[in-house]
T-cell receptor
Framework: GAGVSQSPSNKVTEKGKDVELRCDPI?????LYWYRQRLGQGLEFLIY????????KSGLPSDRFSAERTGESVSTLTIQRTQQEDSAVYLC??????????????FGPGTRLTVL | AQSVTQLDSHVSVSEGTPVLLRCNYS??????LFWYVQHPNKGLQLLLK??????LVKGINGFEAEFKKSETSFHLTKPSAHMSDAAEYFC????????????FGPGTSLSVIP
């Protein structure tokens, strides 16, 4: 595809509900990353996929957060029992190989999540 | 462990004057370093990257950065600021020898005064 796409662009949910965020990476990119950006703050690394395996999940803030990836394609980030502190912009990025080679990450437009 | 420090949370310059955004990093191994820019309500865009080739890296929109290993710095500069440069700038470090977390700095907000 032309770039990384994410859906939905905006999501408003009630506290306690589950949400699913979707990321479509650039075709052919094997590495995929999820980040969180709270209002007025920098990016917080959440998880990294190489293919469909996740060698680094250490950034996930709690066991309410999980992510999966189908092959070298779509990834979904799921947040269960959402809390107000989960409100943030969730950004997805993909790169050709992996961060270890210094490959450029290309970012999607993000999903703005608001938990009421 | 890797870390990134952006010394200024906010920088304000007059249009036409030089820009300096400071970044210092800590990395056990040979790092890759990046600068990304985020304009209001827009996605992150790569400005430039250093991956052990030339230490002076030129990027888009007239920006450049110099990798100084002795100072563990990767400061971003531009000779003459333009109004369109007003944005949030992030310094990023990754570890090239083995996959490690991609670490973003906290960001520096650049304001350009007409």
């Amino acid at each position: 595809g032309a770039g990384v796409s994410q859906s939905p662009s905006n999501k408003v949910t009630e506290k306690g509900k589950d949400v699913e965020l979707r990321c479509d990476p650039i075709s052919g990119h094997t590495a995929l990353y999820w980040y969180r950006q709270r209002l007025g703050q920098g990016l917080e690394f959440l998880i990294y996929f190489q293919g469909n395996s996740a060698p680094d999940k250490s950034g996930l803030p709690s066991d309410r957060f999980s992510a999966e990836r189908t092959g070298e394609s779509v990834s979904t980030l799921t947040i269960q029992r959402t809390q107000q502190e989960d409100s943030a912009v969730y950004l997805c990025a993909s790169s050709l190989v992996s961060g270890a080679t210094g490959d450029t990450q290309y970012f999607g437009p993000g999903t703005r999540l608001t938990v009421l | 462990a890797q870390s990134v420090t952006q010394l200024d949370s906010h920088v304000s310059v007059s249009e036409g004057t030089p820009v300096l955004l400071r970044c210092n990093y800590s990395s056990s191994y040979s790092p890759s370093l990046f600068w990304y820019v985020q304009h209001p309500n827009k996605g992150l865009q790569l400005l430039l990257k250093y991956t052990s080739a030339a230490t002076l890296v030129k990027g888009i929109n007239g920006f450049e950065a110099e990798f100084k290993k002795s100072e563990t710095s990767f400061h971003l500069t531009k000779p003459s600021a333009h109004m369109s440069d007003a944005a949030e700038y992030f310094c990023v470090v990754t570890d090239k020898t083995s996959y490690d977390k991609v670490i973003f700095g906290p960001g520096t907000s650049l304001s350009v005064i007409p």
